[in-house]
């Protein structure tokens, strides 16, 4: 019954825009984030988002472009991903949990995954 679904993955050429979108549901979470692994390479964290507070953090290779929010309504948080490169093609991974502060932006510090979503930028 503890899941969390992502959705919104594609394919888009360099300098388009895309919105991911996760959905958790069976249990209380403090935190959502996304992490990304590109293939051959570690998986890494992207942005995150605390409920009781609305702090966001991002990873420096995405900040300015990245913009994660979140609807508790519907325990659902979207990432606006805008201007992106090639190098943010990877498989999208949405991540629930109740991380500390010094774990938020690490993959201990969350207990629940998404199955992940594929994005694509190419030409």
């Known amino acids: 019954q503890v899941h969390v679904v992502e959705s919104g993955g594609g394919l888009v050429r360099p300098g388009d825009s895309l919105t991911l979108s996760c959905t958790a549901s069976?249990?209380?979470?403090?935190?959502m984030a996304w992490f990304r692994q590109a293939p051959g390479k570690e998986r890494e964290f992207v942005a995150s988002?605390?409920?009781?507070?609305?702090?966001?953090y991002y990873a420096d290779s995405v900040k300015g472009r990245f913009s994660i929010s979140g609807n508790k309504a519907i325990s659902t948080i979207s990432m606006q991903m805008n201007s992106l490169k090639p190098e943010d093609t990877a498989v999208y991974f949405c991540?629930?949990?109740?991380?500390?502060?010094?774990?938020?932006?690490?993959?201990?510090?969350?207990?629940?995954w998404g199955q992940g979503t594929q994005v694509t930028v190419s030409s």
């Open positions: 991540a629930a949990g109740r991380p500390i502060t010094s774990t938020v932006r690490t993959e201990v510090g969350y207990t629940t």
């Open positions: 069976g249990s209380t979470f403090g935190a």
């Open positions: 988002w605390r409920w009781a507070t609305g702090v966001k």
